[in-house]
């Protein structure tokens, strides 16, 4: 249990510094405070709260944006690990695999519930200030409303994780991503509707259709929170799934009917999520193109980050600072916080790993020449690591108490370290691949032949 608690604090760290959280929260505040002042409105004509309205318009964001956030966050959650290397690594640790899935699930899970509720619940104290009086059926409505949104988001975690293993690169999960988002969100239910329309209830009673909408987790959600208030007419698959239930069992002319309103329920979610459905394709567009836009910012190498007592390092999960000896850290352009290393060797091996990230924009290793001390290896004092001088086989050892690959900002510094604890000195590309991967198979590629650009992106 302490494993798992562990490997999620891991993924809850990473993800609170990451700009995808932030911007999420701020994206659900700022639809959730508009849909709360700009959306009210209608309350006096359908006779619902103001709170009540508020539930369904954000049931019905959450339905869109939600499911996409949560895959957005998990897809690459176990290829992308297996293509940096590290899942490898973390295995090697006395943890199991279903402790490693579990733990980060519950950190993905987790994240996606703090950016919930503190959006959401943005909406719901900007309510209580205007003094609107709201019921407590009310507000135990919009308490069910962030419980399933956050049970929602968990369902499609688990299904980016499930898409993550059975893949072999971060490409085709993406893509194959955002096509169960689609076929969730918006394909299954225009065909069921299209079934309904054509079937005029010949076929498709109701049991078969309450049968057909459990299957999807969307559907589901809307059944949950849109079916029992006054505005469920207005509410898509919810309301068409009521006006099915209850014209099944009439008469004879039945049937009819249930086609009839079957249409014009599918007119109604046509006119009222349309508009939705357009504004999410819209923003899904943007992203992509302001990710495509990058590549001209990316041009200048980045300065380093001051080392703190939020580094922890990568392979062992540790807090930097808890070690001695050198330091790294690398700076790639899909993440915006550095990935820390406890020791220099760890950081020019993570250079070398199979399938190691190719956006690496920086490599800055600790200056030793302009360090303190040993114990105390400098927070600001970083060097690009392919300009440094690095002793190797020297009888100091680094920070997790293996052979080091010391570095230093000149050449007389390093000379000067090598005459009092002996090694030689290499320069970044000279550092032979074997002593930083502990065996010299480790930089070989499965054609035999050493892999000499695994250090450049």
């Not at 998990?74 to 973390?90: F, I, K, P």
């Not at 001695?324 to 899909?334: F, L, W």
């Not at 300009?387 to 510094?413: C, L, T, Y």
């Not at 030689?424 to 991967?437: E, H, I, Q, R």
Request: glycine fraction near 10%; proline fraction near 4%.
């Amino acid at each position: 249990m302490r494993t798992i608690v562990i490997i999620a604090a891991k993924e809850i760290q990473e993800g609170l510094r990451n700009r995808w959280v932030l911007a999420t929260t701020l994206l659900l505040a700022a639809l959730a405070l508009s849909l709360t002042f700009l959306g009210s409105a209608p309350t006096g004509n359908v006779g619902a709260g103001a709170l009540d309205v508020v539930v369904v318009s954000l049931s019905s964001l959450t339905i869109f944006l939600l499911p996409l956030i949560a895959l957005l966050i998990s897809h690459d959650a176990v290829v992308g690990e297996m293509e940096r290397g590290t899942m490898t690594l973390l295995l090697s640790y006395p943890v199991g695999r279903g402790q490693v899935i579990l733990g980060k699930f519950c950190g993905h899970v987790l994240i996606l519930a703090f950016a919930t509720v503190i959006g959401y619940g943005a909406a719901a104290a900007a309510l209580a200030t205007t003094g609107a009086s709201v019921l407590a059926a009310s507000w135990y409505a919009f308490a069910s409303m962030l419980g399933t949104s956050v049970m929602l988001g968990a369902v499609f975690v688990a299904v980016g994780y499930l898409i993550s293993s059975l893949v072999r690169d971060r490409g085709t999960a993406a893509g194959i991503s955002v096509g169960v988002w689609l076929l969730m969100v918006l394909v299954f239910d225009m065909a069921l509707l299209g079934v309904l329309v054509v079937d005029q209830g010949n076929i498709v009673s109701a049991p078969v259709l309450e049968a057909l909408l459990f299957l999807n987790p969307t559907d589901l959600y809307r059944m949950t929170n849109l079916t029992g208030f006054n505005v469920s007419q207005f509410s898509g698959m919810a309301g068409l799934a009521g006006t099915a239930t209850t014209s099944v069992g009439r008469a004879v002319d039945g049937t009819d009917r249930l086609g009839r309103r079957a249409a014009r329920a599918c007119g109604r979610l046509l006119r009222s999520e349309g508009a939705m459905i357009l504004r999410i394709l819209c923003m899904i567009v943007a992203l992509v193109l302001a990710g495509c836009n990058r590549d001209g910012s990316d041009a200048v190498m980045p300065p380093p980050a001051a080392l703190n007592s939020d580094a922890m390092g990568v392979f062992c999960g540790m807090n930097v600072l808890e070690h001695p000896g050198p330091k790294g850290q690398i700076i790639t352009a899909s993440r915006i916080d550095p990935y820390w290393f406890t020791s220099v060797r760890d950081t020019v091996a993570f250079t070398l790993m199979p399938d190691q990230p190719r956006d690496i924009r920086a490599i800055y290793v600790s200056d030793m020449a302009r360090a303190p001390s040993w114990e105390e290896p400098g927070a600001t004092n970083w060097i690009d690591a392919k300009k440094a001088f690095f002793v190797i086989e020297s009888r100091k050892q680094g920070g997790m108490g293996a052979a080091e690959a010391v570095p230093f900002g000149n050449r007389a510094a390093a000379d000067a370290f090598t005459a009092a604890n002996g090694g030689k000195v290499v320069t970044f590309a000279d550092v032979p691949s074997g002593y930083v991967l502990g065996s010299d198979s480790a930089a070989v590629d499965q054609t035999g032949h050493e892999r000499p650009s695994a250090r450049t992106n």
